[in-house]
């Protein structure tokens, strides 16, 4: 099993639909009031691929990849449109968008995350795949010259070159994009191109994976 650095289709996966699922176990007892426990502490995405096929070119393109990753045997990256930055997509990732941790003098590295909500129960989301390219870093409030640190596009750590390290009670903060770690949720694609050329949407399942 392995991971494969390498992105869905983005042309394919814009037209495609899913988001983020929990899984939350709900009792009624007698009296008609509920009891709730959430048995994930994270979510998880699923998405359908097959709404982005919009011609027999993009299915050439899926079995191309789906081969290659020989159907749910090796993870990839996906592109979620609707939630691929540190801030909201119309908007252009600022250094300081999301805290990442606070300088003691001697740790070196950050993990990137991204927070969700603020008031009630805001739930923290590790990012591991960021974009390379894309993520700036800010040491209380200050932006970074990128030559101080280094960013683990494949882990989402970002880690201080010496001489850099953030100082005691220094907020680190960063801005990103950032891809899905997904794999295919099947190991058979049923492909009809008459139905293709009738508007018919295939099925093409995609889950998030983690570590």
Not at 5 to 12: H, L, Q, S, Y
Not at 13 to 31: D, F, K, Q
Not at 109 to 138: D, E, M, N
Not at 180 to 192: A, C, G, H, K, Y
């Amino acid at each position: 099993m392995a991971f494969h650095e390498v992105r869905f289709p983005p042309g394919i996966s814009l037209g495609a639909t899913g988001g983020p699922e929990r899984r939350t176990e709900i009792v009624v007892v007698g009296s008609g009031a509920e009891e709730r426990n959430s048995r994930w502490a994270d979510s998880k995405r699923r998405y359908n691929a097959g709404y982005g096929v919009k011609s027999a070119d993009d299915l050439h393109a899926v079995i191309a990849f789906f081969e290659e990753r020989r159907g749910r045997l090796h993870g990839f990256r996906w592109k979620d449109w609707s939630d691929y930055k540190s801030c909201a997509p119309s908007a252009t990732p600022s250094a300081t968008d999301q805290a990442i941790g606070t300088g003691d003098g001697a740790t070196a590295a950050f993990q990137l995350a991204k927070t969700y909500g603020s008031s009630f129960a805001p739930w923290t989301r590790t990012i591991g795949k960021p974009v390379a390219g894309t993520v700036v870093v800010a040491v209380g409030g200050v932006t970074a010259n990128p030559a101080d640190y280094v960013v683990g596009t494949t882990t989402g750590v970002v880690t201080f070159l010496a001489g850099h390290i953030p100082g005691s009670g220094q907020a680190v903060t960063a801005g990103f994009e950032f891809d899905v770690p997904v794999r295919f949720d099947t190991d058979q694609l049923e492909i009809n191109l008459a139905h293709i050329a009738a508007g018919s949407i295939p099925h093409i399942p995609i889950v998030e994976i983690r570590p």
